[in-house]
């Protein structure tokens, strides 16, 4: 069999950055790309020593045993090179996410070859492989948490967020919507969809009674926070979705926000609030659509 060193390289390289971004992406670590480069590059490197092992090295039950060490290893150090600031329990996880992420492409990739009656190992068909695997790796890498959120346990993305504004705050619930892609187009920050309602209580009784007896929930709104002298705390944010193609939601920038997500407390300012005048769900089970970009924020 002829191996082609420059093809193999490739195939194998890229595979492996998509495999680790995947990786990152599905599990929201923190990256910087010449860390996932750096890691792609140690996993190139192990499948060429497992191709000298395979053709120049004995043979037997001691090869297979220094093969699995190897992946072992490899596997290990591509996600400490990858992740830098990750504790010892998101080490761990993102070693079994590299090896389930990993089955399920190669798994998905075969599959689709064997259906048409094809093979990957042919010639001309490693290109064909490394187009399936990047496609099948970016599905799973952007869409893949969305499907977690709709078949597993829905408490799971549940989380209570306390809002504060001017020594007032609330406590809610709030739903991580990997759906939510809204941001400030000034500053670029996250923003956080609210029932007007629920929040209401951060303002003074009388800018209360204002905003919750308005029909309209855009340049009303603005009005209203103008007069009270909150005119720098507002944001214009163009939409689509929550029901309309093209639309305009009011949005406010409180002081604090606070979100206990799994094991971590995140505090920020740097956050907006689109103002919604509809509840967000009739069960009443959240009250607020959180952007996944804000489970990332510090003060």
Same mark, same amino acid.
């Given at each position: 069999?002829?191996?082609? %060193?420059?093809?193999?390289?490739?195939?194998?390289?890229?595979?492996?950055? /998509?495999?680790?971004?995947?990786?990152?992406?599905?599990?929201?670590?923190?990256?910087?790309?010449?860390?996932?480069?750096?890691? /792609?590059?140690?996993?190139?490197?192990?499948?060429?020593?497992?191709l000298?092992?395979?053709? #120049?090295?004995?043979?037997?039950?001691?090869?297979?045993?220094?093969?699995?060490?190897?992946?072992?290893?490899? %596997?290990?150090? !591509?996600?400490?090179?990858?992740?830098?600031?990750?504790?010892?329990?998101?080490?761990?996880?993102?070693?079994?996410?590299?090896?389930?992420i990993?089955?399920?492409?190669?798994?998905?990739?075969?599959?689709?070859?064997?259906? #048409?009656?094809?093979?990957?190992?042919?010639?001309?068909?490693?290109?064909?492989f490394?187009?399936?695997?990047?496609?099948?790796?970016?599905?799973?890498?952007?869409?893949?948490?969305?499907?977690?959120?709709?078949?597993?346990?829905?408490?799971?993305?549940?989380?209570?967020?306390?809002?504060?504004?001017?020594?007032?705050e609330?406590?809610?619930?709030?739903?991580?919507?990997?759906?939510?892609?809204?941001?400030?187009?000034?500053?670029?920050?996250?923003?956080?969809v609210?029932?007007?309602?629920?929040?209401?209580?951060?303002?003074?009784?009388?800018?209360?009674?204002?905003?919750? %007896?308005?029909?309209?929930?855009?340049?009303?709104?603005?009005?209203?926070?103008?007069?009270?002298?909150?005119?720098?705390?507002?944001?214009?944010?163009?939409?689509?979705?929550?029901?309309?193609?093209?639309?305009?939601?009011?949005?406010?920038?409180?002081? !604090?926000?606070?979100?206990?997500?799994k094991d971590k407390?995140?505090?920020?300012?740097r956050?907006? !609030? /689109?103002?919604?005048?509809?509840k967000?769900?009739?069960?009443?089970? #959240?009250?607020?659509?959180?952007?996944?970009?804000?489970?990332?924020?510090?003060?």
């Amino acid at each position: 069999m002829i191996i082609y %060193a420059d093809i193999t390289f490739l195939n194998n390289f890229l595979m492996t950055l /998509a495999i680790i971004w995947a990786v990152g992406h599905l599990l929201e670590y923190n990256y910087l790309w010449w860390r996932l480069i750096l890691s /792609a590059l140690l996993g190139t490197i192990y499948t060429f020593i497992v191709l000298f092992l395979q053709f #120049y090295i004995f043979s037997g039950f001691l090869k297979i045993l220094l093969q699995i060490t190897l992946n072992i290893f490899t %596997a290990l150090l !591509m996600i400490r090179v990858a992740f830098i600031k990750i504790n010892r329990k998101e080490f761990w996880k993102g070693v079994a996410y590299l090896y389930l992420i990993s089955f399920i492409t190669i798994g998905t990739i075969l599959s689709i070859f064997y259906i #048409y009656g094809g093979t990957p190992f042919k010639t001309g068909g490693e290109w064909l492989f490394i187009f399936l695997g990047l496609f099948v790796l970016i599905i799973i890498g952007k869409y893949g948490w969305r499907l977690l959120q709709n078949y597993v346990t829905p408490d799971q993305f549940y989380l209570p967020v306390k809002i504060i504004f001017n020594n007032r705050e609330v406590e809610l619930t709030g739903l991580i919507d990997t759906g939510n892609s809204l941001t400030d187009p000034l500053t670029k920050v996250p923003v956080i969809v609210v029932y007007l309602q629920d929040i209401a209580p951060l303002f003074t009784k009388e800018l209360q009674e204002q905003l919750l %007896a308005i029909k309209r929930e855009d340049l009303e709104l603005l009005n209203i926070f103008n007069n009270f002298g909150l005119g720098s705390r507002v944001r214009i944010l163009p939409f689509s979705g929550l029901g309309q193609e093209h639309g305009i939601l009011v949005g406010f920038r409180p002081d !604090m926000v606070i979100i206990n997500y799994k094991d971590k407390i995140i505090k920020t300012s740097r956050i907006i !609030m /689109a103002l919604n005048k509809h509840k967000l769900d009739e069960k009443g089970e #959240y009250q607020i659509l959180v952007h996944p970009q804000t489970i990332k924020l510090q003060v």
